[in-house]
């Protein structure tokens, strides 16, 4: 089991910044990668960044160059740091967790952090 604790949402202004945080907790060995999702009213969930074991980085093409995500080893913490929000960023935002299971993997998903991005 992996427990994933999201903070840091909130409202902001267009072309402000914001950083997310994804604490984990439990077996955190087993974990592969993490991400961040996000899910905006009447869509559906999307990938916003993953990061894996290694420190391999994916995004989506809508925030390259605008977010960065991280982890601290140290910490079990995967970050999210988003510059020149834009009012589209606005959504609920949720940390994953993709853990090995078996000789499967299984995908963790912490709370959800609302995002909202007026312009």
């Known amino acids: 089991q992996v427990q994933l604790v999201e903070s840091g949402g909130g409202l902001v202004q267009a072309g402000g910044s914001l950083r997310l945080s994804c604490a984990a907790s439990?077996?955190?060995?087993?974990?592969?990668?993490m991400g961040w999702y996000r899910q905006a009213p009447g869509k559906q969930r999307e990938l916003v960044a993953a990061?894996?074991?290694?420190?391999?980085?994916n995004y989506a093409d809508s925030v390259k160059g605008r977010f960065t995500i991280s982890r601290d080893n140290a910490k079990n913490t995967v970050y999210l740091q988003m510059n020149s929000l834009k009012p589209e960023d606005t959504a609920v935002y949720y940390c994953?967790?993709?853990?090995?299971?078996?000789?499967?993997?299984?995908?963790?998903w912490g709370q959800g952090t609302q995002v909202t991005v007026s312009s």
């Open positions: 990061i894996t074991s290694g420190g391999s980085t």
């Open positions: 994953n967790a993709a853990a090995r299971v078996g000789a499967g993997e299984y995908d963790y």
């Open positions: 439990g077996s955190i060995f087993s974990i592969n990668a």
